[in-house]
């Protein structure tokens, strides 16, 4: 169940400028067919824009504390004021929304959502299980590092005839 209040839209709301011509919109009824879903976490509606077309935007309340906004306008803010105009709608007068079934592009992103947490949780798994794993060593190589002397490895070849020779390192 989402609870909207003016001041989680103020704290939602990327700037003051979005708030308030989010406000506007619900002042202007530009809104229209504004539907709530039957589990009450999902509410959306069309906004009349500059355009002959209006904007299609709902707000995700699927995780509480985590809304999913979305809007097809070209606004780069996120969530967008046509977004925050339907959660003042709401606030204002949530009996104007009707229930409605949940459309089907929003239960394919909500689904795309899921896969994606899933596998996260997955990838989390499969480290964790290789964490535990002891590291796999080939002996043979380690042996081999092993059985060399130092100095062939740390010092140039003419480092190593000198030390060879005379047994003193210049340096």
Same mark, same amino acid.
């Given at each position: 169940?989402?609870?909207?209040?003016?001041?989680?839209?103020?704290?939602?709301?990327? /700037?003051?400028?979005?708030?308030?011509?989010? %406000?506007?919109?619900?002042?202007? /009824?530009?809104?229209?067919?504004?539907?709530?879903?039957?589990?009450? /976490?999902?509410?959306? @509606?069309?906004?009349?824009? $500059? @355009?002959?077309?209006?904007?299609?935007?709902?707000?995700?309340?699927?995780?509480? $504390? &985590?809304?999913?906004?979305?809007? &097809?306008?070209?606004?780069?803010?996120?969530?967008?004021?046509?977004?925050?105009?339907?959660?003042?709608?709401?606030?204002? &007068? /949530? @009996?104007?929304?009707?229930?409605?079934?949940?459309?089907?592009?929003?239960?394919?992103? %909500?689904?795309?959502?899921?896969?994606?947490?899933?596998?996260?949780?997955?990838?989390?798994?499969?480290?964790?299980?290789?964490?535990?794993?002891?590291?796999?060593?080939?002996?043979?190589?380690?042996?081999?590092? &092993?059985?060399?002397?130092?100095?062939r490895y740390r010092?140039?070849?003419?480092?190593?005839?000198?030390?060879?020779?005379?047994?003193?390192?210049?340096?």
């Amino acid at each position: 169940m989402m609870e909207i209040t003016q001041k989680k839209i103020e704290e939602l709301a990327p /700037n003051a400028d979005a708030a308030k011509n989010g %406000r506007d919109l619900v002042k202007k /009824n530009k809104f229209a067919n504004l539907r709530i879903s039957s589990e009450k /976490n999902l509410i959306w @509606g069309e906004c009349a824009g $500059s @355009g002959k077309n209006p904007y299609y935007c709902s707000a995700d309340y699927i995780e509480v $504390s &985590n809304p999913v906004f979305r809007c &097809n306008c070209p606004s780069r803010q996120f969530p967008c004021k046509h977004a925050i105009g339907l959660l003042y709608a709401y606030e204002a &007068n /949530n @009996g104007a929304f009707s229930i409605a079934d949940i459309p089907d592009d929003i239960i394919s992103k %909500r689904e795309k959502i899921e896969k994606k947490q899933e596998k996260k949780e997955q990838e989390k798994e499969s480290i964790k299980e290789k964490a535990e794993k002891p590291k796999k060593v080939n002996r043979a190589v380690l042996l081999k590092k &092993n059985r060399r002397p130092a100095y062939r490895y740390r010092y140039s070849r003419k480092d190593t005839e000198r030390y060879c020779t005379d047994r003193t390192f210049i340096y």
